[in-house]
Every structure is written in structure tokens, then in C-alpha cells.
Nanobody, 123 residues
């Protein structure tokens, strides 16, 4: 079973940047789809970006052109580079892994989750 641990969250001013990391342990996840989700207070969890084993990536419309997801299979780590951050990007960011199947954009398709890391963007 794979375990995921997120890091890199914090407080940043609008227009700033953060890089989140999702480190996997337990077994390699190079063959799995990995995605970043976020959840703002009072809102449902939503996908931010996903990446499959070949490096194909997809993004929510709200972050296209600002966020970049990447993976380093040698380090068993997936990253989310977030630039031009906005206050509406504030929330808890979760890394999730789909151990069976291809790219998916919904929460229920992902069966392994990290504990989350808080991202706060001040105006």
C-alpha cells in the first residue's frame, strides 16, 4: 500500500508562488495517476491538476497557465508549482493517487490520500 505525504504549504501574498510536494512511501507510484485536489472552507473538494504515468497532465480551468504539475519517479514525488497565486486559491491541498485506471477528475476515483497541506493567499 502506498502512503502520501504533502509538504510546501504556507502563507503567501497574492501574486506570489509556492511549490507543493507529494512524497510517496510504501511502494512506487510511478505507474499510478496522481492528482492534487483542494478544499476551501465551506466548499467541496475539487481537482486542481492530475498527471499520469507518461507525464500527460490536465488542469482545472481556474489554474491553467498558473499551476504546473510534474513528477519525478526516481524520487517517488509529485510536485505542484503554483504561480500568480490569488486569494481564491486558499484552501487545504491534498495529494491523491489512483491505483487503478486512467486519468480521472472526480474525488471518488482516487483511493489513496495524503493528510493535506494548508495554502493561504492574502490579498
Amino acid at each position: 500500500q502506498v502512503q502520501l505525504v504533502e509538504s510546501g504549504g504556507g502563507l503567501v501574498q497574492a501574486g506570489g508562488s509556492l511549490r507543493l510536494s507529494c512524497a510517496a512511501s510504501g511502494r512506487t507510484f510511478s505507474n499510478y495517476v496522481v492528482a492534487w485536489f483542494r478544499q476551501a472552507p465551506g466548499k467541496e473538494r475539487e481537482i486542481v491538476a492530475g498527471i499520469n504515468w507518461s507525464g500527460y497532465s490536465t488542469y482545472a480551468n481556474s489554474v491553467k497557465g498558473r499551476f504546473t504539475i510534474s513528477r519525478d519517479n526516481a524520487k517517488n514525488t509529485v510536485y505542484l508549482q503554483m504561480n500568480s497565486l490569488k486569494p481564491e486559491d486558499t484552501g487545504v491541498y491534498y495529494c491523491a493517487c489512483r491505483t487503478r485506471g486512467g486519468m480521472a477528475m472526480d474525488v471518488i476515483s482516487y483511493d489513496v490520500w495524503g493528510q493535506g497541506t494548508q495554502v493561504t493567499v492574502s490579498s
